[in-house]
């Protein structure tokens, strides 16, 4: 009895992997669906410029220590990246959506620039710099704000 | 004074067990997605891990023989061999993430990449595996893994909202925006994190490897009623820490550097050290523990001589299997794979492989034959059925719902 | 205690502890013995290791633990280890021998993994635990 099931379970779970590996971000057939990736990607990336902000402040509020503040502000640079690989990967299902695809783009591209602006000033603990990437992105985030959970 | 020590075991088992890495990001990843609606998974988990660690442990103290030991008589050769594969790949799973762990709490301190610490980990890990006793190695790493009732302090120090969590924590609904399979499939990687099976391999193991005998059993009591609590509270202290720090933010954990951001808001630099030394001690104790469950599980099927409590020269086939496990998850570790991933697949998977550890347990707890007069209670059998469903529908739902989810993406 | 021991039961699989305490292996499988004129057959000895795990296992797994197995044997030695069931003193959870592990080679893995690896390590002949 526990014979095919064992055999099976190894299957299905690679099936798992490889479905959820390659299928983060599919092909998008229609503008609804177009939207609702980019909707997805502005939780994601405002997630991300979240993170750089409140390490900002912590950094600015003397509370986090260097080497902890350029772990939290790289790897929330990195995450911004990949949520912006991934949606510029996807295909826009017509030319009305290359036109949301131009402006949120965009949007995705200027977080991405000023989390790496953060990710600089903390490694070289320049606190007006810090503080500028901060102003930066508080501005982003409220851009991205409506186009969460559309 | 002895005996408080003694305890150590279910604390070493519930900081390095229940605590590991995969509950500090499953706990900080629901509490910043969920806010505190999950809350109730963590108790449901706690409970049944006592209720079986505890038979786990009475089993080991009464026969001698750990669970695993018991798993193929139980099962039989064929099943229990593929019950042996079943675990160990997900045991080996763990191993990768804590690993990955460890050397991710080193980077966050040292800012040195995570991957330079691997190889070290590694080395640090065998020698203590190695050279340090039994019960020094679960004193010093579960002493140390108390750093994280630093995330208690900081809640508190939030000074959070605490009608409101309360409130998501008795009455829970699923949150706006979330579908319900999402919701549940959270749910699932939760209660793995909590029943994860190596904990009964790693405390069932002790009990044998600390020679407990029928007159141990309260302290077996008193290590699992402790020690796995303990686990819970600190469970959804870090929750409910994320709940209010990173929820209003929409902030969501993927990484472990944001499982310590509400302890930097609250408590600032200290905090910080300290969470990172729990963080730590955690993850170290974990891999001692998944390590070693990777020796016990094999070593117990083909009944050889396994255990700290001999020099390793009479346990030589025990301590290789131990060597190859490390150098081949040290090396998996080493191919960038993201550790914060695997420990969210390592107890999902978990989850769904529940039954291969706890049904065998429940069944000899109950063999009159081997147990005696402390076989089962009613209320524990009562208890344990109702479990036993759960772990049921828990392992039949799992890969289903991971697909349909894309692993609540 | 049970006075009847179900052989399938009461031994298969179960834990073989030597005279000191010390694991010696897994009941792989049991010898059974028909004297002429007896009804029933007799369990004679306790059969430990991959050469008796093998064949009970069967399939293509049984197969390779044998020939895995094979590697670590004198050429043309393929019987398993055999402890006689004279030397068995209890039979519980674990079956107990009024033997030494010395006296019954099931050991040739633990052998090899011990000149291989383990005295090859620092501190891997010490004594203490």
């Known amino acids: ?150 | 004074m002895k005996k408080m020590l003694q305890v150590t075991l279910g604390i070493l088992t519930a900081i390095g067990g229940f605590v590991d890495i995969g509950d500090l990001v499953a706990n900080a990843l629901t509490g910043a997605r969920f806010g505190m609606s999950l809350a109730w998974v963590v108790l449901v988990g706690v409970f049944g891990i006592i209720l079986f660690a505890e038979m786990s442990g009475r089993v080991g103290a009464i026969t001698g023989r750990p669970v695993f030991d018991l798993v193929r008589e139980r099962l039989g050769v064929r099943a229990g061999l593929a019950n042996l594969f079943a675990s160990f790949f997900i045991n080996f799973l763990t191993v990768i993430a804590e690993i990955g762990g460890v050397a991710l709490a080193l980077e966050l301190a040292t800012s040195v990449n995570y991957l330079l610490w691997v190889p070290i980990v590694a080395v640090l890990l065998w020698v203590t595996i190695w050279k340090i006793k039994f019960e020094s190695m679960e004193r010093l790493y579960g002493l140390m893994g108390l750093c994280l009732l630093v995330f208690a302090v900081a809640l508190w120090k939030l000074g959070p909202d605490w009608g409101s969590l309360w409130g998501d924590a008795s009455n829970p609904t699923v949150p706006r925006g979330e579908g319900h399979p999402t919701w549940i499939y959270y749910a699932i990687a939760l209660f793995g994190a909590a029943m994860t099976p190596y904990e009964v391999f790693f405390f069932s193991s002790g009990a044998v490897e600390e020679r407990w005998t029928k007159k141990d059993l309260m302290l077996n009591r008193a290590n699992v009623y402790i020690g796995f609590p303990l686990g819970a509270f600190l469970s959804l202290a870090i929750m409910a820490c994320s709940a209010s720090v990173l929820r209003p933010r929409g902030i969501s954990v993927d990484t472990l550097s944001q499982v310590a951001l509400p302890v930097s808001v609250a408590l600032g630099k200290l905090g910080l050290a300290v969470v990172l030394i729990g963080f730590f001690a955690a993850t170290f104790g974990a891999a001692i523990e998944t390590l070693m469950s990777s020796g016990y599980t094999v070593a117990q099927y083909f009944g050889w001589q396994w255990g700290k409590y001999v020099a390793p020269k009479q346990a030589a086939r025990f301590h290789v299997v131990m060597l190859v496990t490390l150098l081949l998850a040290t090396m998996v570790t080493l191919t960038t794979i993201d550790p914060v991933k695997v420990t969210e697949y390592s107890i999902v998977l978990s989850a769904a492989a529940l039954p291969l550890t706890y049904l065998p347990i429940l069944v000899v707890a109950n063999d009159r034959e081997f147990m005696g007069d402390k076989k089962n209670s009613r209320v524990t059998n009562f208890f344990a059925s109702i479990y036993l469903v759960i772990i049921m529908v828990v392992a039949v739902i799992t890969i289903p719902l991971m697909l349909a989810t894309k692993a609540g993406a | 205690m049970a006075s009847v021991i179900d052989a399938h039961l009461h031994l298969l699989d179960r834990q073989i502890v030597d005279r000191d305490g010390r694991l010696i292996g897994k009941v792989d499988d049991l010898e059974l013995e028909l004297a002429p004129g007896a009804d029933y057959p007799v369990v004679t000895a306790l059969l430990c290791g991959p050469m008796a795990l093998g064949p009970r296992l069967g399939g293509r797994l049984g197969v390779w633990l044998v020939s895995a197995a094979r590697r670590l044997r004198p050429r043309g030695d393929t019987d398993p280890v055999r402890i006689g069931f004279g030397a068995v003193t209890e039979v519980g959870p674990s079956i107990k021998l009024s033997i030494t592990v010395e006296q019954a080679p099931t050991l040739r893995l633990e052998q090899w993994c011990l000149e291989k690896v383990i005295s090859r390590l620092p501190g891997g002949t010490r004594e203490a635990g």
């Open chain 1, 1 to 150: 009895m526990i014979g095919p099931r064992v055999r099976r379970l190894p299957c299905l779970v690679l099936l798992a992997t490889a479905v959820l590996v390659t299928g983060c971000v599919g092909p998008s057939r229609t503008d609804a669906d177009y939207h609702r990736k980019a909707s997805n990607s502005a939780e994601a990336m405002r997630s991300a410029v979240e993170t750089g902000r409140l390490v900002a402040d912590l950094v600015l509020r003397d509370r986090a220590f260097g080497n902890y503040a350029n772990v939290a502000a790289t790897e929330a640079e990195q995450a911004a990246d990949g949520v912006q690989a991934a949606f510029d990967s996807v295909q826009p299902p017509s030319t009305a959506a290359d036109d949301v695809r131009e402006k949120f783009d965009a949007l995705l591209q200027a977080a991405t620039g000023a989390l790496g602006d953060l990710r600089i000033a903390v490694r070289r603990h320049l606190l007006g710099d810090v503080r500028k990437a901060a102003d930066d992105l508080k501005k982003i985030s409220a851009q991205l704000e409506p186009l969460v959970g559309v």
